[in-house]
């Protein structure tokens, strides 16, 4: 069974200070998703990363891949109090790793930005 | 329609009472996920349509789940016999070929709570 473990569980910080999270697992992913969800809604996909050490940015919102394709990271630059809601990170892995195999999702990183 | 739409958005149900829940997934889109999401936790994968068929049912949690997908559009998920530890809230997410990455577009979810 594969696992991803997302650390902290919970973040509360002020506007304007930078913050990482982090998205664990000792198994390879083909893929790794990144997700933001806001309460009563679904998840919306921020970004996916495919490459060892690839790093994408969006925005304030800066994504890692680790080399080996077993963790990620997001990082965020002078929070504001929008970015608020729950970060998931999500492992795609086979050949139709986010389809027939489904994404394997991390438990979530509840993030608060307080003004 | 624009985006997945599910339905209902909230559904309390009594304890042993069959529930089925809906989901209309992005037209055109031929691949359809289902998930659960508990409180605190993330997102436990169900199971996955490519079309109308469902290549692996065993992320269902147990015999009395099932789903189906007709003419590769709608899906329902039913639950018999409903349990309180169904209670959860039930993600549909469509793609467009369900391939590992190609983005999987969420509903808003149905909220279950069987008292």
């Known amino acids: 069974t594969q696992l991803l473990e997302q650390s902290p569980q919970f973040l509360s910080i002020q506007e304007g200070e930078n913050l990482t999270v982090y998205c664990n697992s000792s198994s390879v992913f083909s893929s790794l998703q990144w997700y933001r969800q806001e309460p009563g809604e679904g998840p919306v996909l921020l970004v996916t990363?495919?490459?060892?050490?690839e790093v994408k940015k969006l925005k304030r919102l800066t994504f890692q891949f680790g080399d080996a394709r077993k963790d990620s990271s997001l990082h965020i630059t002078a929070a504001q109090p929008g970015d608020t809601g729950l970060y998931l990170c999500?492992?795609?892995?086979?050949?139709?790793?986010?389809?027939?195999?489904?994404?394997?999702f991390g438990k979530g990183t509840h993030l608060i930005i307080q003004p | 329609g624009a985006g997945v739409s599910q339905s209902p958005s909230n559904k309390v149900t009594e304890k042993g009472k069959d529930v089925e829940l809906r989901c209309d997934p992005i037209s055109g889109h031929t691949a359809l996920y289902w998930y659960r999401q508990s409180l605190g936790q993330g997102l436990e994968f169900l199971i996955y349509?490519?079309?109308?068929?469902?290549?692996?049912k065993s992320g269902l949690p147990s015999d009395r789940f099932s789903a189906e997908r007709t003419g590769g559009s709608v899906s329902t998920l039913t639950i018999q016999r409903t349990q309180q530890e169904d209670s959860a809230v039930y993600l549909c997410?469509?793609?467009?070929?369900?391939?590992?990455?190609?983005?999987?577009?969420f509903g808003q979810g149905t909220r279950l709570t069987v008292v």
């Open positions: 990363v495919v490459t060892g050490g």
């Open positions: 997410a469509s793609s467009l070929d369900g391939r590992w990455n190609t983005e999987a577009f």
């Open positions: 349509f490519q079309g109308n068929s469902a290549p692996d």
């Open positions: 999500a492992g795609g892995s086979g050949d139709s790793g986010g389809g027939a195999d489904g994404l394997t």
